[in-house]
């Protein structure tokens, strides 16, 4: 399975000139924690998380509204292509480590944004099925009866 086909593709975004105060906002109002910063060709430039606003912005006693996300954001984020395999985006992001990666298209612009939870229920739902055909086998065919 490929990371474009599980990878969310509604992702909450950021332009690196925005102040830290408009994302902070945007991650409220939408529930989110994290923001994928694109370009104006929207490709990923980098991440700003909610973690980062509060280290990068409100401990250092920075103006959230004056801070623009290009100066606090994780900047050039690792990606995925959307025929990435699962197991390929899940050994990067285990290097990294990191718990989300922008998926891509064929032009480097965000495809969706792929998360170490979105693989985790992949994985809980394959080992319930496959728990639910062992369960379901008759156990006389099991021992070649």
Same mark, same amino acid.
């Given at each position: 399975m490929s990371a474009g086909r599980i990878c969310i593709r509604e992702v909450d975004t950021a332009a690196p000139d925005e102040s830290a105060q408009v994302a902070a906002g945007r991650m409220h109002s939408r529930k989110v924690g994290t923001l994928i910063v694109v370009d104006k060709e929207q490709r990923p430039v980098g991440i700003v998380t909610d973690r980062d606003l509060t280290v990068r912005v409100l401990a250092? =006693? !920075?103006?959230?509204?004056?801070?623009p996300v290009a100066e606090v954001m994780t900047a050039a984020p690792k990606t995925v292509s959307e025929e990435t395999p699962i197991e390929d985006a899940l050994r990067l992001m285990r290097s990294g480590p990191f718990r989300r990666i922008p998926v891509v298209d064929s032009g480097g612009a965000l495809a969706g944004l792929l998360s170490l939870d979105d693989i985790l229920d992949l994985l809980a739902e394959e080992f319930a099925e496959? =728990? !639910?055909l062992i369960h379901s086998e008759d156990p006389a065919s099991l021992a070649g009866e």
């Amino acid at each position: 399975m490929s990371a474009g086909r599980i990878c969310i593709r509604e992702v909450d975004t950021a332009a690196p000139d925005e102040s830290a105060q408009v994302a902070a906002g945007r991650m409220h109002s939408r529930k989110v924690g994290t923001l994928i910063v694109v370009d104006k060709e929207q490709r990923p430039v980098g991440i700003v998380t909610d973690r980062d606003l509060t280290v990068r912005v409100l401990a250092q =006693g !920075r103006d959230g509204g004056t801070t623009p996300v290009a100066e606090v954001m994780t900047a050039a984020p690792k990606t995925v292509s959307e025929e990435t395999p699962i197991e390929d985006a899940l050994r990067l992001m285990r290097s990294g480590p990191f718990r989300r990666i922008p998926v891509v298209d064929s032009g480097g612009a965000l495809a969706g944004l792929l998360s170490l939870d979105d693989i985790l229920d992949l994985l809980a739902e394959e080992f319930a099925e496959i =728990g !639910r055909l062992i369960h379901s086998e008759d156990p006389a065919s099991l021992a070649g009866e």
